[in-house]
């Protein structure tokens, strides 16, 4: 879309496009079964363990603001031009919950923490990122609501090589 001349002055259109195809890609994902905090209450996880999140999940970042765009069509409420044209940095997380999709805005420390997760990094590594955006990230708060939205299928201990 975004070499489509009459579309080549509005790349939200195409952005737009592109958050239309992760809910498709989404809905077409199967969701498992959520974990809950209380799953792990008793169980000594390590300093660093995987954390498994929903394969259905996906994380866009685009220079416009695709949800605010998309969100606005969905309700059929018009869509405020400066804030359509208007360049402003819009993080998504989007997944599968049901037969639906749910879609959030994130900072960017979160999403940094999202990210790493997603790609199997570890939580060290995911809240070493997350912190070196956003010092005051809250590493609690932010698992607390990976388990609460339903996002955690599993979480591994790691076991660390064994050196010679």
């Not at 496009?17 to 209450?41: K, V």
């Not at 869509?79 to 208007?86: G, K, N, Q, S």
């Not at 998504?92 to 997603?118: C, E, I, M």
Request: aromatic share 6%; net charge neutral.
């Amino acid at each position: 879309l975004k070499t489509i001349d009459t579309l080549s002055d509005m790349p939200v259109v195409a952005e737009t496009a592109r958050l239309e195809w992760a809910i498709a890609e989404a809905l077409d994902t199967a969701s498992l079964q959520p974990r809950t905090l209380a799953d792990y209450d008793k169980t000594d996880l390590g300093p660093s363990p995987d954390i498994l999140l929903q394969p259905s999940l996906r994380l866009i970042v685009s220079h416009w603001s695709i949800l605010s765009v998309w969100t606005a069509h969905q309700h059929g409420t018009a869509v405020d031009r400066h804030c359509t044209w208007t360049r402003r940095p819009e993080r998504v997380a989007l997944w599968r919950a049901g037969n639906s999709v749910r879609l959030v805005l994130l900072d960017r420390a979160d999403f940094a923490f999202r990210h790493s997760l997603k790609h199997c990094l570890g939580l060290e590594h995911a809240a070493s990122r997350a912190h070196a955006l956003e010092p005051n990230f809250d590493l609690v708060s932010a698992l607390v609501r990976l388990f609460a939205d339903g996002l955690v299928t599993n979480v591994r201990i790691t076991v660390p090589p064994l050196s010679n």
